[in-house]
């Protein structure tokens, strides 16, 4: 458990750093761009390495329940809350469109529906540590960005051939993943 608290403390450790804007600028003055870049980085992957080894090692070791959620109500929930968060991942990376423009953040949107779909799904203290942080981190974040002023992506009026793009493209990758789950990760996800 403690390497996925590390990785945990690491990964977002560095993700919260990009919102402190004066502790980030001074780093930046102190390091040049590049290298403040890379360091992120590598921090960043090095966190993400931690949480999959320690998510491993802790699944391996035994879960430590702490609640039963109800899987008959909330399984079907997390699903869709799973296909949201993988269309708004695509949205993401996506020409604009209007998807896009209504989500504002569609990166820190998916985070948190991807998240809470897990946390609906899974009771024991490793899955709440891991997805529990990462919801409130996405939460943190959006409040953080809207502080600083950032819109997020541009007002798009109606809806588009981008936004059929994007549904499509989230939703083949959300059939993906549901397949996959069980041999990527070793739990079924449907």
Do not use: C
């Not at 991942?89 to 989500?103: D, E, F, G, H, N």
């Not at 959006?142 to 007002?155: F, L, T």
């Amino acid at each position: 458990m403690s390497l996925l608290i590390l990785g945990v403390v690491l990964f977002l450790g560095i993700h919260i750093l990009t919102t402190l804007r004066e502790p980030r600028a001074a780093l930046i003055g102190r390091l040049g761009e590049g290298p403040y870049k890379g360091l992120y980085s590598l921090i960043a992957a090095v966190g993400l390495v931690l949480i999959v080894w320690g998510f491993s090692r802790y699944r391996s070791g035994g879960y430590i329940q702490v609640w039963n959620p109800p899987f008959a109500i909330f399984h079907p929930i997390a699903l869709v809350l799973l296909w949201f968060a993988v269309v708004a991942l695509a949205a993401t990376y996506a020409p604009p469109s209007r998807i896009k423009s209504i989500l504002r953040h569609p990166m820190l949107v998916a985070v948190k529906a991807w998240a809470l779909s897990h946390l609906l799904v899974n009771g024991d203290l490793g899955s709440l540590l891991l997805f529990g942080s990462l919801l409130v981190w996405a939460i943190y974040d959006r409040i953080a960005v809207k502080r600083r002023g950032d819109q997020g992506a541009p007002v798009i009026g109606s809806f588009g051939r981008n936004d059929v793009i994007v549904v499509a493209i989230g939703t083949i990758a959300y059939v993906a993943i549901l397949w996959l789950h069980d041999s990527i990760i070793g739990v079924a996800a449907v």
